[in-house]
C-alpha cells in the first residue's frame, strides 16, 4: 500500500505531530473564549458612550444657533491644504486576522492620494501595529501611543485629540484623518475614514424641526457668552470623536481576533482528521509489512 506525501514518515512521527496541533487547538480556542469576553464589554462600552455623544452633539449645535456666526480655529477650513496628517488606530497585538493590515493598507492609500494632490504627510499613530510600520517604512511620525488598544480610556483620547487639535490650530497641519475599524458585528468590522478637523459646520446646523422646537421653547439666557460655551466645547467634542474610535477599534479588534482563532481551531480540526488518516494508513502499512514479512520467513522455512 502507497500513501501519499511526507505525512508517512512513521506512526510514531505523525502522533507527534497530532499531539503538536492538538495542544494549538487548545490554545486557540482559550484565545477565542478570551476574545469573546472582551468583545461583550467593549460593546457595552460602546452603547454606553454613544448617548453622550449623542446629547454633545445637540448641545453642540443649540449653543452654535445662540452663538450665531462665529469664527473659531476648530471651525476653520482651510482652501489652501498643504499638510494632512492621518491616524490610523491599530492593536497592541496580532492574531486578529486582517485587522491591522487593512487599517494600515487604508491608511496608505491616504498618503498616496495626498502626495498625488501635492500635500505633504505626517503621521500620529495609536497602536504597535501602526508604529512598527510607520517606523519601518521611515514615514514622518510625529507621534505614536501603544498600550492600549485592548481597553483604551477617556484620558488616552484626550492625549491624542490634544496633540491633533494643537497641532491643526498651529498651523502645523491643514487637515486630520482619523481612519480605524467601525465594528458592525463580530463577523465584520468596516474600515472608516473619518475627517476629524476642521469641524463640519454641518454638525452644528439643526434641522427646521429643531429650528422650530428651539423657537417654542423660547429664549435662553447663557452665560458665559454662547461663543465661550462653543470654544469650550469643540475640543470636547473632537476627544469624544477620538474616544468612540478608540472603543470602535477596541471591539473591532476583539471580534477579528474571535473569528480568526475560530477559524484556526476549525483548520486545526481539519488537520487533525488528516493526520488521524495518515497515521491510521502508515500504521496498516506497517502491519501489512510485518504479515507479508512472517509469510516470507515462512516460505524460506519450508522450502
Same mark, same amino acid.
Given at each position: ?61 443649540g ?32 492574531? #486578529? ?7 494600515i ?65 498651529? %498651523? ?43 423657537? @417654542? ?27 468612540? #474610535?478608540?472603543?470602535?477599534?477596541a471591539?473591532?479588534?476583539? %471580534? ?12 486545526? %480540526?481539519?488537520l ?15 502491519i501489512?509489512?510485518?504479515? @507479508? ?9 519450508t522450502?
Amino acid at each position: 500500500m502507497e500513501l501519499d506525501g511526507p505525512l508517512v514518515a512513521s506512526v510514531q512521527d505523525i502522533k507527534r505531530r497530532i499531539r503538536s496541533v492538538r495542544n494549538t487547538r487548545k490554545i486557540t480556542r482559550a484565545m477565542e473564549l478570551v476574545a469573546a469576553a472582551k468583545l461583550r464589554k467593549a460593546q457595552a462600552r460602546i452603547e454606553a458612550m454613544r448617548p453622550y455623544a449623542d446629547r454633545m452633539l445637540e448641545l453642540m449645535a443649540g449653543v452654535s444657533q445662540a452663538a450665531g456666526a462665529v469664527r473659531l480655529p476648530l471651525l476653520e477650513r482651510r482652501e489652501n491644504v498643504q499638510k494632512v496628517a492621518i491616524v490610523p488606530v491599530t492593536a497592541d497585538r496580532g492574531l #486578529a486576522g486582517g485587522f491591522n493590515a487593512q487599517v494600515i493598507r487604508r491608511a496608505l492609500a491616504l498618503q498616496r492620494e495626498a502626495r498625488a494632490a501635492g500635500q505633504e504627510v505626517v503621521w500620529f499613530s495609536t497602536g504597535r501595529k501602526a508604529a512598527s510600520t510607520l517606523r519601518f517604512r521611515r514615514l514622518n511620525v510625529v507621534q505614536s501611543w501603544t498600550g492600549f488598544s485592548e481597553r483604551p480610556a477617556y484620558s488616552d483620547a484626550q492625549a491624542l485629540a490634544h496633540a491633533v487639535a494643537e497641532a491643526y490650530v498651529q %498651523g502645523e497641519v491643514d487637515k486630520v484623518l482619523v481612519v480605524y475599524n467601525a465594528f458592525v458585528s463580530a463577523l465584520t468590522q468596516k474600515v472608516t475614514v473619518r475627517e476629524l478637523l476642521p469641524i463640519s459646520q454641518e454638525l452644528l446646523e439643526t434641522s427646521g424641526e429643531d429650528r422650530e422646537q428651539d423657537r @417654542l421653547r423660547g429664549d435662553f439666557i447663557f452665560e458665559p457668552e454662547p461663543e465661550e460655551i462653543l470654544e469650550r466645547l469643540l475640543p470636547v467634542y473632537v476627544e469624544t470623536e477620538v474616544y468612540r #474610535a478608540l472603543l470602535e477599534s477596541a471591539a473591532s479588534e476583539q %471580534g477579528a481576533r474571535m473569528t480568526a482563532m475560530r477559524n484556526a481551531s476549525k483548520a486545526a %480540526g481539519e488537520l487533525i482528521d488528516t493526520l488521524t488518516l495518515a497515521m491510521n494508513r502508515a500504521r496498516q502499512a506497517e502491519i501489512t509489512q510485518e504479515i @507479508l514479512e512472517v509469510v516470507a520467513g515462512a516460505d524460506a522455512l519450508t522450502a
